[in-house]
């Protein structure tokens, strides 16, 4: 099984900042990483996949980066509907795994 | 729209058996493979298991192998979930998601299941 781990595991951040979250595979995945968002009391929403695409309707400030086992998601403008706990997953091989979640908290 | 509306969860005994349903709309369900994905009480998320569009595959966690089982009923647009021997670390709200290219665009809200004596 693939270990996804995330870092930081909380992220205080003030808005209008720029926020990085990195995500690190135990071994590689090449390029299929997706990166979750969720809030409180709501299912997760897909944000990236391919590691660097956009879902449909996904603001331009999310982006994604890396390959293999080094990923990291960067949103560059902070906004109040950001602060969420987002979640890493590889769909390489089986069982599909998820990392254990930053949650992006405002400073 | 798309939407996914899972239910049958609630509260059962250790050892006893729970079975979940998705119920989709919005989009041909029979074109898409569908996936269970849980999450314990302020844990992060688990996939489960995933079976494809036709049913002809399908693939679990190892944790719930031998015990889960996914299925589905495409004329009905239902994806289903049997759950047997529970266990209290199967406590969790269970999402049903749609595939797309192997990530999850479209979830339901979820559906609890408490499993404690």
């Known amino acids: 099984e693939i270990v996804m781990t995330q870092s930081p595991a909380t992220l205080s951040v003030s808005p209008g900042e720029r926020a990085t979250l990195s995500c690190r595979a135990s071994?590689?995945?090449?390029?299929?990483l997706a990166w979750y968002q969720q809030k409180p009391g709501q299912a997760p929403r897909l944000l990236i996949y391919?590691?660097?695409t956009r879902a449909t309707g996904i603001p331009a400030r999310f982006s994604g980066s890396g390959s293999g086992t080094e990923f990291t998601l960067t949103i560059s403008s902070l906004q109040s509907e950001d602060f969420a706990v987002y979640y890493c997953?590889?769909?390489?091989?089986?069982?599909?795994?998820f990392g254990q979640g930053t949650k992006v908290e405002i400073k | 729209q798309v939407q996914l509306v899972e239910s049958g969860g609630g509260v059962v005994q250790p050892g006893r058996s729970l079975r979940l349903s998705c119920a989709a709309s919005g989009f041909t369900f029979s074109s898409y493979g569908m996936h269970w994905v849980r999450q314990a009480p302020g844990k992060g998320l688990e996939w489960v298991a995933v079976i494809w569009y036709d049913g002809s595959n399908k693939y679990y966690v190892d944790s719930v192998k031998g015990r889960f089982t996914i299925s589905r009923d495409n004329s009905k647009n239902t994806l289903f979930l049997q759950m047997n021997s529970l266990r209290a670390e199967d406590t969790a709200v269970y999402y049903c998601?749609?595939?797309?290219?192997?990530?999850?665009?479209?979830w339901g809200q979820g559906t609890l299941v408490t499993v404690s004596s």
């Open positions: 997953q590889q769909y390489n091989n089986w069982p599909r795994t």
């Open positions: 998601a749609r595939d797309y290219g192997a990530v999850y665009e479209y």
């Open positions: 071994q590689s995945v090449n390029s299929n």
């Open positions: 391919v590691a660097s």
